[in-house]
C-alpha cells in the first residue's frame, strides 16, 4: 500500500458527460501528479500540484482541469468526454520538490471507461 | 525532445535467467533516471533509480546500467523469478526544474517462466 488513495477505483459514463476522479496523497506530502496510462500511449504526464499551487503542466487537453485543495487532496475533472479518453489515470504524491530520492508513491488509478 | 525509448516491449525469461530492458533518451537535462515496476491491477512502484554521476547501481538482483554519453540505461534482472513477472517501465526527468514530472518509456511485459 503506497497510502495514495484515489476514488472511484472503476468509473463507466457516456461521451459528452463530466466526471471528477479524487486523489488523497500520502501524509505530509504536498505534491500530487497526475498521470493518465493507456494501451498504446503509455503513462503520459498531466499535471503538478505543490501545496495548492500548479506546478508543472504537461499534456493535458483544455477540457481537463485539475486542483489540490487546502487539505491537500486533489481532483481531476475531464469534462466533454470522448472515447479516446477512456484510460487508467493515475495520482501519486511526493513529499517535496528537490528533494534527492525523487521517488513518486502512485496510488492504485481510477479506471475511465467512455462508451 | 522529452521521449524515453524503451525497449522491447515483451520479454519472456526462464527463472534464473537474467532480464535486460533497455532504453534511451534524448534530452540532456534528464538528470534522474528511475525503474518502476508495476503489476496487473497496481500502480507503478520505484524499483530502482540513477542519477548520471554514477555508471552503475546495484540493488539485490537489480542492476542499473548507465551510459551518459550514450544516453542510455537499461535494467538488469539476475536469477528473474516468477514473481518478478511484471510490467517494468524506465523513465527520466529533470530534477532541476524543481519537479519530478517523469517521462516514461512505453514499458516492457516481463513474463518469467518456471
Known amino acids: 500500500d503506497s497510502g495514495v488513495t484515489q476514488t472511484p477505483k472503476h468509473l463507466i459514463t457516456a461521451t459528452g458527460q463530466r466526471v471528477t476522479l479524487r486523489c488523497s496523497p500520502r501524509?505530509?506530502?504536498?505534491?500530487v501528479y497526475w498521470y493518465q496510462q493507456s494501451l498504446d500511449q503509455g503513462l503520459q504526464f498531466l499535471i503538478q500540484?505543490?501545496?495548492?499551487?500548479?506546478?508543472a503542466k504537461g499534456n493535458i487537453l483544455e477540457r481537463f482541469s485539475a486542483q489540490q485543495f487546502p487539505d491537500l487532496h486533489s481532483e481531476l475533472n475531464l469534462s466533454s468526454l470522448e472515447l479516446g479518453d477512456s484510460a487508467l489515470y493515475f495520482c501519486?504524491?511526493?513529499?517535496?520538490?528537490?528533494?534527492?530520492?525523487?521517488?513518486?508513491?502512485f496510488g492504485e488509478g481510477s479506471r475511465l471507461t467512455v462508451l | 525532445q522529452q521521449q524515453v525509448k524503451q525497449s522491447p516491449q515483451s520479454l519472456i525469461v526462464q527463472k534464473g535467467g537474467i532480464s535486460i530492458i533497455n532504453c534511451a533518451y534524448e534530452?540532456?537535462?534528464?538528470?534522474?533516471f528511475p525503474w518502476y515496476q508495476q503489476f496487473p491491477g497496481k500502480g507503478p512502484a520505484l524499483l530502482i533509480a540513477?542519477?548520471?554521476?554514477?555508471s552503475e547501481k546495484k540493488e539485490g538482483r537489480f542492476t542499473i546500467s548507465f551510459n551518459k554519453s550514450a544516453k542510455q540505461f537499461s535494467l538488469h534482472i539476475m536469477d528473474s523469478q516468477p514473481g518478478d513477472s511484471a510490467t517494468y517501465f524506465c523513465?527520466?526527468?529533470?530534477?532541476?526544474?524543481?519537479?519530478?514530472?517523469?517521462?516514461f518509456g512505453k514499458g516492457t511485459k516481463l513474463s518469467v517462466i518456471p
Open positions: 500540484y505543490y501545496n495548492g499551487e500548479e506546478r
Open positions: 501519486a504524491s511526493n513529499p517535496e520538490w528537490g528533494l534527492d530520492t525523487g521517488e513518486l508513491f
Open positions: 534530452n540532456t537535462a534528464f538528470d534522474y
Open positions: 540513477i542519477r548520471p554521476d554514477v
Open positions: 523513465a527520466a526527468t529533470d530534477s532541476g526544474a524543481g519537479s519530478y514530472q517523469l517521462t
Open positions: 501524509s505530509g506530502d504536498l505534491s
